[in-house]
Nanobody, 122 residues
Framework: QVQLVESGGGWVQTGGSLRLSCAASGRTIRGHTMAWFRQAPGKEREFVAVITWTGGINYADSAKGRFTMSRDMNTVYLEMSSLKPEDTAVYYC??????????????????WGQGTQVTVSS
């Protein structure tokens, strides 16, 4: 079991930056695939970024060049810059234990945080 708690969301103007954190408790996230997803009102949950313990990393096209995901032993981060109104969503951290594969579908992840709201105003 692992519990995930996101933080760092908030309100920012277009072009601004935010840093999201996802802290794990219950066990280390070493050896696991970790991902960020987001969900805007009325839309499906969509992939943002994923990182494996072995160093694999990938981003959604909408995030490439603007977002950077990183991790340490118990926390994953999402540095977001040049934010746009279309980035407004609840951002979720997710974990798939004991795996080193990049997964892009939310159905592949079994542990989720409660989400943190990001609002980008125009």
């Amino acid at each position: 079991q692992v519990q995930l708690v996101e933080s760092g969301g908030g309100w920012v103007q277009t072009g601004g930056s935010l840093r999201l954190s996802c802290a794990a408790s219950g066990r280390t996230i070493r050896g696991h695939t970790m991902a960020w997803f987001r969900q805007a009102p009325g839309k499906e949950r969509e992939f943002v970024a994923v990182i494996t313990w072995t160093g694999g990393i990938n981003y959604a096209d909408s995030a490439k060049g603007r977002f950077t995901m990183s991790r340490d032993m118990n926390t994953v981060y999402l540095e977001m810059s040049s934010l746009k109104p279309e980035d407004t969503a609840v951002y979720y951290c997710a974990a798939r234990l004991f795996d080193t594969v990049l997964y892009y579908s939310p159905t592949r992840y079994f542990y989720w945080g409660q989400g943190t709201q990001v609002t980008v105003s125009s």
